[in-house]
Antibody, heavy 122, light 108 residues
Framework: EGQLLESGGGLVQPGGSLRLSCAAS????????MSWVRQAPGRGLEWVSG????????YYADSVKGRFTISRDNSKNTLYLQMNSLRAEDTAVYYC???????????????WGQGTLVTVSS | EIVMTQSPATLSVSPGERATLSCRAS??????LAWYQQKPGQAPRLLIY???TRATGIPPRFSGSGSGTEFSLTISSLQSEDFATYYC??????????FGGGTKVEIK
């Protein structure tokens, strides 16, 4: 199943940028698609972005398209989310999650990391 | 976008009782549905995928059923560790994955 550990969250001003990282262990990283899912305080879950095992295909929710970029470094077993032009409504805990079926994303998520909090405020 | 609607928003149940949670899709998702459990301050944990297949390590008191637009998660005899919020998620319409708003199961 493996383990995931996010980092990089923090407080950022509106319009600012932040890069999240997710270190993976315990599985063959490049054999699995990965996603970022976020949860605003006291709210439900929202899928944000996904990437294939090779990194060649990326996908975004409309709410972040053009502002966020997902990427991965398979040599470092690490997933990234570059977030630009941040807005107050991007405030959330950001989870990375593994697609357990394989290299092409399109499924459920297992496991999830513990999450990292991003707060966008002046 | 496929809208997932969960009901009720809050379910009050006594330990040892049966709990049934519902999830409705705005259009058919076949059996492409997962359920997650989330406790305060923790990440979601996968319970069910394919509408009815338990994930590894999930006890048999958890069961999922349904297809198309109507789904349910049943907890046959609630244990203290089962009080949490539960989310359904459809993965039929990639990349437009969507989650339900959640059902909080609380102690009666």
């Amino acid at each position: 199943e493996g383990q995931l550990l996010e980092s990089g969250g923090g407080l950022v001003q509106p319009g600012g940028s932040l890069r999240l990282s997710c270190a993976a262990s315990g599985f063959i990283f490049d054999s699995y698609a990965m996603s970022w899912v976020r949860q605003a305080p006291g709210r439900g879950l929202e899928w944000v972005s996904g990437i294939s095992g090779s990194g060649g295909s990326t996908y975004y929710a409309d709410s972040v398209k053009g502002r966020f970029t997902i990427s991965r470094d398979n040599s470092k077993n690490t997933l990234y989310l570059q977030m630009n032009s941040l807005r107050a409504e991007d405030t959330a805990v950001y989870y990375c999650a593994k697609d357990p079926r394989g290299a092409l994303p399109a499924n459920w998520f297992d496991p999830w990391g513990q999450g990292t909090l991003v707060t966008v405020s002046s | 976008e496929i809208v997932m609607t969960q009901s009720p928003a809050t379910l009050s149940v006594s330990p040892g009782e049966r709990a049934t949670l519902s999830c409705r899709a705005s259009q058919s998702v076949r059996s492409d549905l997962a359920w997650y459990q989330q406790k305060p301050g923790q990440a979601p944990r996968l319970l069910i995928y394919g509408a009815s297949t338990r994930a590894t390590g999930i006890p048999p008191r958890f069961s999922g059923s349904g297809s198309g637009t109507e789904f349910s998660l049943t907890i046959s005899s609630l244990q203290s560790e089962d009080f949490a919020t539960y989310y359904c998620q459809q993965y039929n319409n990639w990349p437009l994955l969507t989650f339900g708003g959640g059902t909080k199961v609380e102690i009666k």
